[in-house]
């Protein structure tokens, strides 16, 4: 059975703009060899990463969704483990509510959950003080 996934990962910044693109290409061909229905990929490019990774301060960055079989996110995780390009991976297996809600973000339909606080007399005269 078929699952849906959401997975990101960081491409080593010491690469070649043309190198980025071939690990992004493998990375999707070796999904799609195994079976993988690739619904979208989304790359954001070079970003300065949160904390140093191998003395890095910058990554290529990936998201993309598909659906495959859980096997095969075992054996695509081994091949990011011994590829020296990779610096981070995460995969997150998505649930229906989960899909859902990627479906309504895609076509900008999300609810509001938490309506705007109404504004309290003092936040007013503050306002009202400072124009």
């Known amino acids: 059975m078929k699952n849906f996934y959401e997975f990101s990962y960081i491409v080593s910044a010491v690469l070649e703009d043309e190198q980025y693109k071939a690990v992004v290409e493998k990375v999707n061909a070796m999904l799609t060899e195994n079976g993988a229905t690739i619904d979208e990929v989304d790359e954001w490019g070079m970003r300065r990463l949160q904390y140093p990774i191998k003395k890095q301060h910058n990554g290529y960055y990936v998201n993309m969704y598909f659906e495959v079989e859980g096997s095969v996110i075992v ?12 610096l981070r991976y995460m995969t997150l297996k998505y649930d229906a509510k989960m899909r859902r809600h990627l479906e309504l973000r895609r076509k900008g339909n999300l609810p509001l959950i938490f309506e705007p606080a109404p504004e309290t007399d003092e936040e007013k005269e503050n306002k009202d003080s400072k124009k």
Do not use: A, F, Y
Not at 77 to 86: F, G, V
């Open 75 to 86: 054996k695509l995780e081994r091949q990011l483990e011994i590829n020296d390009s990779i």
